[in-house]
């Protein structure tokens, strides 16, 4: 099964030149939470902006460029949708982090999206898709701690796939 997890900005803003806008520890924490022990996909531009391999955690990296090497046990380069199906297919839930073409791309095929709604405006040159009401009903909300760490508005919004349209 596929998720998506995400932090996304008033206007479904990302990022800006391949980095995040904003700094929540505790939407770190719960991203943390959710992925260990789980198989996370990413474009390449997200893996290496993360400039190391996140523990415990396996790590499918999708690129066009078929040359793209990663020698890590935890590492695995992909390079065409249909590599991915067994993620997509599998009862084991899979989590898609990034970035804006990658979210696109296998947005159809997810169950669920953990988003972490900031309640503010951002400068950003990547953006996350738009959830589709009618295919995405709420299926939980929970108010994010403000505090001198946390310094923006937020919410955790959990979606489920409408079941009209699965």
């Known amino acids: 099964m596929l998720s998506i997890i995400a932090a996304i900005g008033k206007n479904n803003e990302l990022g800006k030149d391949n980095k ?80 804006a073409s990658i979210y696109k791309m296998l947005m159809p095929y997810a169950k669920k999206l953990y988003i972490t709604k900031i309640d503010e405006e951002f400068e950003a040159d990547a953006f996350f898709p738009k959830i589709d009401e009618n295919e995405w009903k709420i299926v939980e909300k929970e108010q994010g701690i403000t505090d001198e760490n946390n310094p923006y508005r937020y919410e955790y919004i959990t979606y489920g796939k409408n079941a009209y349209n699965s």
């Open 20 to 99: 995040l806008i904003w700094h929540l520890p505790e939407d770190l924490k719960r991203f943390k939470m959710f992925t260990t022990g789980k198989t996370i996909i990413m474009g390449r531009k997200t893996f290496e902006s993360l400039g190391r391999v996140l523990p415990n955690r396996k790590h499918i990296v999708l690129t066009h460029n078929k040359e793209y090497k990663y020698d890590h046990e935890m590492v695995e380069v992909l390079c065409d949708l249909e590599e991915i199906e067994k993620y997509i297919n599998s009862e084991e839930e899979n989590f898609v982090i990034g970035g």
